[in-house]
């Protein structure tokens, strides 16, 4: 049971590695966007790969100790992987949310010499003053706010990746909102 768990402990600590990476020069939000759906896909790959496995060494455990799966002892049990996972999800949400915070400063990008992640352009028409691309959401889903929101939201599915271990359905979403909300930090 113990290796098991061990075993678990290290899938999941992968799991803080940013699901969000950039390279050090500024992009048309496009290629941003299009970058990132590229990395992205193969990470919550191997995240659902992991949530499989550690659904099979929670089967091996079943069958090496042949618990009463009603019992308040496995119960417990099953509570405490439960909470493990979704300390690993949440601190793989908030590993990709510290990177991407880091990653939009202007004075952690100063401060390590990195270039801003948009190529965004600045018209002045008259008295004012257009971005381009939009800085806020548009009905295209292209404004800058928007790749934003699409980046935020899959780090957001890492709670999505695997099933539950309480249950033959769902996922730690409804926690890992909760988790947050109670940080404060959506």
Not at 21 to 47: C, F, Y
Not at 86 to 106: K, P, R, V
């Amino acid at each position: 049971m113990k290796e098991n768990v061990r075993k678990m402990g290290e899938m999941m600590e992968k799991w803080n590695k940013p699901l969000y990476e950039r390279k050090n020069k500024a992009m048309l939000a496009e290629d941003v966007e299009q970058t990132h759906t590229a990395m992205v896909g193969p990470r919550l790959e191997e995240i659902r790969s992991n949530g499989k496995e550690i659904q099979k060494l929670m089967k091996d455990t079943m069958e090496a100790v042949r618990p009463d799966k009603t019992s308040k002892t496995w119960r417990q049990y099953v509570d405490y992987l439960n909470g493990l996972v979704i300390e690993g999800i949440a601190e793989g949400i908030n590993g990709s949310m510290e990177y991407l915070l880091d990653q939009l400063s202007i004075k952690y990008n100063k401060d390590h010499g990195l270039q801003p992640i948009f190529d965004i352009k600045v018209n002045l028409e008259g008295n004012n003053v257009f971005f381009e691309p939009s800085i806020v959401c548009n009905d295209r889903m292209n404004g800058i706010r928007d790749i934003i929101n699409k980046i935020v939201e899959d780090f957001i599915s890492l709670s999505t990746q695997m099933p539950r271990l309480d249950s033959t359905n769902g996922d730690f979403l409804n926690e890992i909102k909760d988790q947050f909300l109670l940080m404060g930090q959506f």
